[in-house]
Each structure stands twice: as C-alpha cells, then as structure tokens.
C-alpha cells in the first residue's frame, strides 16, 4: 500500500514554510511585476523561500543514509525506513499546468493536492540546465550548463546542450560531481532511465554520470524499467527517470491542446504505475524541468529580421525567452539601448555582471563567465525573440516556450509518495 506524504510530513525543512499555496493550487506572485491579474507571470526572485530543484537528490541522499548528505527539503523525517527511492523528472510538468492537466490526469491532480508542494527550478528554466541542475544539486553557474544554447568561449560556437557528443568534453564543461556520484561512491546502487538516444550523451554524463543507464523509449517502458530496479535492489537503491513528451507536445501544438492532454494522460498512466508498483520500503519523488508558456504572435520579435537587433552583435546564443548576446568590441552600451528601445516592456536587457548580481546564476567561476552573453535579454509577460534565420526554422515556429523568471516558468512540483 502506497500513501502520499504530505508537506506538513517533513516535506519543509524547519523555519521554512515554502512557496504557500492559493485556494486553486497555485503559487502566489513574491516579487516583480505582475502583467495584468495573472499571478504565473509574476517575476520571481532567486532569493525566494522554499525549496529548490537542486536540493532534491541531496534530500534523496540523506534518506538513503549517504554520509555529508544535507537535507534542505526534511524529506527524513517522513521517509524514515526507506531503502529505495525513485526520482522521475517530468519534462515540462510546470506546477501551473498541474490544474490544466488535472482533468486528464486524476493520478497527478491527486497527488498534487495530498502530497504536493512547488519548488523553484532555477534559471534559465530550461531542460539542459535544470536536469544538471538536478543531478549535481549546485547552481547553474557552478556547473557550468547555462542555457539551452551557449557559446563556447574562444570561440563563435554555438553549443546546443541537446545535440552535445563529446566536444567538448562532459567532464571539462560539467565539473561537479553529480549526486548519482557521491551515492555510487556510498554504496548506493545507481540507475538512469531515459530514451535510449541519451545514453552517452553529453548532456546525460555531464547530469547523470554515476549511474547505469537503461533505455526506455516511452511512458510504459520507464515505467517497467524503474519498477525492475527497485525490485531488484537489496540494498540502497536511487534511481532516476526522465520522461520529455508533455514538453514536446507543448511546445509543437500549446498548453492545453488536444496532444498534450493526451500527453498528460499518458503522464497519469505512467505516475499510477509506479506507484502503485512501489516496494514498502521504497519511495517515488516526482519533479519537473520548467512549466511552460504559449507566446502569441504579436508577442514575437525577430532579431534576424530587425537590423537594429543585430548591429554589434558577433553571437547570439540562450533562446527564445532568453537571449544571450555576445558583441562586437565596445558595443554593449549600444547594444543595451537598442534591445531596449525596441523591446521596452517586454523584456529587461541587463550586462552580464548586472544579470550575474541578481543572484540567479549563483556564484559564476571565471572559465564559465564567456557562457553567459555580454548582454543578456530576458522576457517579460508572455513575449519572445526569436532568431527565424540563424536558428533551426522549428524553434520560430513553436506554440510554447520558457527560459525565463516568470512564476509559470520557474515552479515546479515536488509529489512525494512512499510505498
């Protein structure tokens, strides 16, 4: 028999009470500008109380017993006796699209309601620097994976975290220990599930490396695969899955369209089965990347096809919701002033050191300050920059997107449920 552990079970650690919770599921705004009465465009702070993607596998960790392992999230005391624990990070599952799935996925709306509390991914909120996230415990910019796509300093190279082989180096451009490390080195038994295009990915080494990786091409196979390791375990046991079609079908056909409800259903199918499969000394931990937004339009700018949004610029890198902009010699001043007079409202267009004092990135070491772009654009409401001719012709044509501050974007669920 399986029970969802509540967040007043230990699921916040002591003089924290988290990201508290509207009537409707949601997250109030904590800071910044809110566009009309929408809270999930509020702008979040990084300084936000509450618990973080990063502190999840630490969390996970101290349940396990592994020595130096911190748990910010008070997982321990609810999960006292566990031995074996699942982590499944939903691609795309934003905690405001937890109520707009809820009808598709009563599994999910019910966990979410008994077991559920948000947590904030971090920035970008984007997949390749939340799963490093996630899997190292550490800021962005101690590990290194920045964005969606960066620059590779020295260099006019765009890297695309996704498509990343082994140039350059996992171990180089990621070089924190991941917590699937530590664990390993613990005696715990480690696994990564995910599609079998992944493995060996730079992406996955520089996230997972430390665990054994098992290919699951979908939401039925992940669902098998993560069940057989924690069968098979007789001792310590973390195992970490990945499932990316809510994400996908957002992004190609919008929050809330007829695919990515059937996706949401097959989201439900997928959390059912893993917890009703649960051994009694096991427990699933369910979180996600980022939420999602649809852009309209008339919300869509298109540096490639505005010249004043290209003067001075050498590299354009990030994404659609944020843009980092490496210039031409002495051209950030004017590069500032045309982002912004041709922007306005719809973004703030900050220096790389102003975006670093934010706080977002965390501490940044010198050998990842060329990551991020001299300027850096990030988009307010639900507005976007696109890049239609010097960036794959799919990413302009897209419904949804994230990568920015906003409430919608940043939040994410943390389900807790033990067998």
């Excluded at 009470?17 to 599921?25: F, H, I, N, V």
């Excluded at 924690?230 to 919008?254: C, E, I, K, Q």
């Excluded at 809330?256 to 949401?264: N, Q, T, V």
């Excluded at 989201?267 to 059912?272: G, I, P, W």
């Amino acid at each position: 028999m399986t029970r969802p552990v509540r967040p007043a079970d230990g699921g916040t650690p002591a003089g924290s009470s988290g990201p508290e919770l509207t009537a409707d599921g949601r997250t109030p705004a904590a800071s910044g500008p809110v566009t009309g009465l929408d809270p999930s465009l509020a702008v979040l702070a990084p300084d936000r109380a509450g618990g973080r993607l990063a502190d999840v596998l630490p969390s996970a960790l101290a349940v396990l017993g592994v020595p130096g392992s911190p748990d910010p999230l008070g997982l321990t005391p609810a999960l006292a006796g566990v031995r074996r624990i699942a982590v499944l990070l939903v691609d795309g599952l934003g905690w405001y699209q937890v109520p707009t799935a809820a009808p598709y996925a009563p599994t999910l709306a019910g966990l979410a309601a008994t077991a559920g509390r948000p947590l904030v991914a971090g920035f970008p909120s984007t997949t390749p620097t939340s799963l490093v996230t996630l899997g190292t415990g550490v800021a962005p910019g101690a590990h290194g994976v920045l964005g969606f796509t960066v620059r590779v300093p020295g260099t006019d190279r765009v890297l695309t975290h996704t498509d990343w082989a082994a140039d350059p180096s996992p171990l180089r451009w990621q070089p924190v220990p991941t917590q699937l490390q530590r664990a390993r080195a613990a005696g715990v038994t480690t696994t990564v599930v995910s599609r079998p295009e992944f493995g060996g990915s730079g992406l996955t080494l520089a996230a997972n490396r430390g665990g054994d990786f098992r290919g699951a091409a979908g939401a039925d196979q992940v669902a098998t695969a993560m069940l057989a390791v924690l069968a098979a375990g007789d001792g310590p046991t973390l195992v970490s899955g990945y499932h990316p079609d809510l994400d996908r079908h957002g992004h190609l056909s919008g929050v809330d369209s007829a695919p990515w409800r059937s996706a949401a259903t097959e989201v439900d199918l997928l959390l059912a089965r893993l917890v009703d499969g649960l051994p009694p000394d096991a427990a699933l931990l369910v979180t996600a990347d980022h939420g999602q937004l649809d852009i309209p339009v008339a919300h869509r700018f298109d540096l490639d096809t505005d010249p004043r949004l290209r003067d001075g610029l050498r590299v354009v890198a990030g994404e659609a919701r944020v843009r980092y902009l490496h210039t031409e010699p002495g051209a950030v001043d004017d590069v500032v002033a045309a982002w912004s007079a041709v922007l306005g409202d719809a973004a703030r267009v900050r220096t790389r050191p102003e975006m670093i004092a934010t706080g977002w990135f965390g501490p940044v070491p010198e050998e990842h300050l060329g990551r991020i772009g001299d300027v850096v654009v990030t988009c307010n409401d639900t507005y976007a920059v696109l890049a239609s001719r010097t960036e794959p012709p799919k990413a302009s044509k897209l419904v949804a997107y994230h990568g920015a501050d906003t409430a919608a974007e940043l939040t994410v669920p943390l389900l807790v449920v033990r067998g």
